[in-house]
């Protein structure tokens, strides 16, 4: 995967359209879970993105904002789906904290993971 078509699947997965119905953002708004390989693909894009911009000054502002509902409005859907109901799979939160941790790679330059036994 290149950098080009990380950038694209990112910002596709905040957004549903014609090329995506599946979007990760579309299916938790209505009490979805993502698709098999979905959350994979993400966290490779993510990575993807982390090594081409890791040492540039700035960051595109569509792929900014594709950052940030993949980590805050994916998180919001969440918690309202779990107050809703939803039996959400069993790693999606963990997952959930893999693509913020990402994203914060993303914006300081620093790759980040999350510690061994945290869940």
Do not use: C
Not at 17 to 40: C, F, H, W
């Amino acid at each position: 995967m290149n950098y080009e078509t990380a950038h694209k699947l990112l910002v596709g997965q905040t957004i549903a359209s014609e090329e995506n119905p599946d979007a990760l953002l579309m299916r938790m708004k209505y009490g979805k879970p993502p698709v098999p390989g979905q959350i994979t693909s993400i966290l490779l894009a993510l990575k993807v993105v982390f090594e081409a911009v890791k040492d540039s000054p700035s960051l595109d502002r569509e792929l900014v904002f594709a950052l940030y509902q993949l980590t805050v409005k994916a998180q919001q859907l969440f918690v309202a789906g779990r107050r809703a109901g939803v039996d959400w799979p069993p790693l999606l939160k963990e997952d959930l904290l893999r693509i913020a941790l990402a994203s914060e790679s993303i914006f300081s330059g620093v790759w980040q993971t999350l510690p061994p036994g945290s869940f």
